[in-house]
């Protein structure tokens, strides 16, 4: 006969078995060991780049599909002996991926751009079910994604002509893979004012905040939230589609009905009104302040992961005051690369290994098309950059 005590344990008990309930966390509470994680970014498909392994007019599919096949190869190859964390040590396992926007080209007419759908079809063949990589626990790499400029363009609308006008399939997707909604969020169906791909993850002890875009005054009220949910000794890292210094036209049209027009020429990707003048051309001083205000009020928030410059770089952002240091990672483009769009060879990703003991990021560029004639020659790699976490 069950007593008092006992009825308590197994009500207990099964509270943590009820279905549906999952975690807001991906950490094993007791592994130390390291965290694998691969860096892409601007996707773009729909247009094509210059030229790729020996022809010309190559389209997105053929070039990001290509990364994946070098990104699943990376199990096996041994790092080199650069001095930094795990040099010299084979790569077992990949955990995570993590892209930071622009799925899909903007719609834009004059381009001859194909549908947001049809992008996403080619970007859930080529990475959602191409990557095979394996993370230690023997499972498929999870994939973290946000959106990007031309993601939110194609769902809100765009100065240019566009055809179809709008197209939030892209938008629409990356909703449903952040929050799993009991009904799928279509391209009909998604509600651009209330729908934001704005959601956190736990992963070895850090705390990354996947964010819509960037981290403007409206983004702000949701981080604030969430980060009020993890110790302040906690390490954060953004996860977004901009850079720190964000351009000026992607803020809200301080102009007029604050409309999206050929005149103006903001974006309205941002909610927050551009506060610095009148002119898309602007710079970001006040918002970008702002945001610092913010960072220092949070001083576990340490690296920042971003996309659209289309630039592999690292860096410390320092604020336009030089007041502030955040380690950041600027991620190269397969399609649009400031440098590997003209040069082949100069494609990469980036690998990056987080220490949970350590609390480190180390982040290294893999050039993964150096010889374009070989496909299967070995990645070469950049020097590593790493960030302290603590």
Not at 137 to 158: E, F, R
Not at 193 to 198: K, Y
Not at 353 to 358: H, I, Q, R
Request: charged share 15%; net charge negative; with cysteine.
């Amino acid at each position: 006969m069950l007593n008092l005590k006992n009825i308590l344990v197994l009500a207990a008990a099964a509270l943590f078995v009820l279905p549906g309930c999952k975690k807001n966390d991906d950490n094993q509470q007791d592994d130390q060991s390291p965290v694998h994680i691969l860096l892409t970014s601007d996707a773009h498909y729909g247009i094509t780049r210059p030229a790729f392994r020996g022809a010309t007019t190559v389209d997105a599919h053929t070039t990001n599909a290509a990364m994946i096949a070098s990104m699943n190869t990376l199990p096996g190859v041994t790092v080199p002996n650069d001095g930094g964390f795990e040099a010299g040590q084979k790569i077992n396992y990949v955990d995570y991926m993590i892209q930071t926007g622009d799925v899909a080209n903007r719609m834009e007419v004059s381009a001859k751009v194909q549908l947001a759908s049809t992008s996403w079809d080619q970007f859930n063949t080529d990475y959602l079910q191409g990557l095979t990589v394996k993370g230690k626990g023997g499972n498929k790499a999870n994939i973290y994604i946000v959106p990007g400029n031309h993601d939110v363009s194609n769902t809100i609308g765009y100065y240019a002509t566009m055809s179809p006008t709008t197209d939030a399939t892209s938008l629409a997707n990356l909703y449903n893979r952040a929050f799993l909604p009991a009904v799928p969020k279509t391209a009909a169906t998604l509600n651009y004012a209330t729908d934001r791909v704005n959601y956190s993850r736990d992963i070895a002890g850090v705390h990354f905040c996947f964010m819509q875009m960037w981290p403007d005054s409206t983004v702000r009220i949701w981080l604030n939230s969430d980060l009020q949910k993890v110790s302040s000794t906690t390490p954060v890292v953004f996860v977004c589609h901009d850079q720190p210094a964000v351009v000026a036209n992607h803020f809200t049209n301080p102009n007029g009905n604050h409309g999206i027009n050929g005149t103006d020429k903001f974006d309205n990707v941002l909610d927050e009104v551009y506060k610095d003048g009148k002119l898309s051309t602007g710079v970001s001083t006040i918002e970008q302040r702002n945001m610092v205000a913010f960072l220092k009020q949070h001083p576990n928030v340490k690296a920042w992961l971003h996309g659209h410059v289309h630039e592999s770089r690292f860096y410390t952002y320092t604020g336009v005051d030089n007041d502030v240091q955040i380690g950041t990672v600027s991620i190269d483009s397969p399609m649009k690369g400031l440098v590997s769009a003209a040069d082949e060879t100069k494609l990469c990703y980036d690998y990056a290994v987080l220490d949970p003991k350590s609390m480190t990021l180390t982040v290294r560029e893999c050039f993964w098309n150096t010889v374009p004639t070989n496909p299967n020659t070995a990645i070469q790699w950049g020097a590593p950059y790493t960030i302290k976490l603590k």
